[in-house]
């Protein structure tokens, strides 16, 4: 069982950053494929961004250019600079790991262990 704790939420006004950390109890975390999902009230849980075992790295159209996701596997760590930020970037953003081979990035279902989520606000 991978634990996935996320940090760095927060409140900030548009045009504003924030970087988001999603730390894992598994040692060999770099082992794993890492994604960011976000979900407001009322919506379904939305793909943002993802990173492979590989570094490889796959955006929602919606955050490209603006988010970067990247990995520290010494600190067993998975980061989400975001840039930019918008108002419709208001969301619970949840951290989402899994391990192997699968058919899918962007399909939350694909993805085994989950953080209980970090709220970010952005004001207009």
């Known amino acids: 069982q991978v634990q996935l704790v996320e940090t760095g939420g927060g409140m900030v006004q548009a045009g504003g950053s924030l970087t988001l950390s999603c730390a894992a109890s598994e040692r060999t975390f770099n082992n794993y494929g890492v994604g960011w999902f976000r979900q407001v009230p009322g919506k379904e849980r939305e793909f943002v961004a993802a990173v492979s075992q590989y570094i490889a790295a796959y955006y929602a159209n919606s955050v490209k250019g603006r988010f970067t996701i990247s990995r520290d596997n010494a600190k067993n760590t998975v980061y989400l600079r975001m840039n930019s930020l918008k108002p419709e970037d208001t969301a619970v953003y949840y951290c989402?790991?899994?391990?192997?081979?699968?058919?899918?990035?962007?399909?939350?279902?694909?993805?085994?262990?989950w953080g209980r989520g970090t709220q970010v606000t952005v004001s207009s």
């Open positions: 989402s790991s899994r391990y192997g081979r699968r058919s899918s990035w962007t399909d939350p279902n694909e993805y085994d262990y």
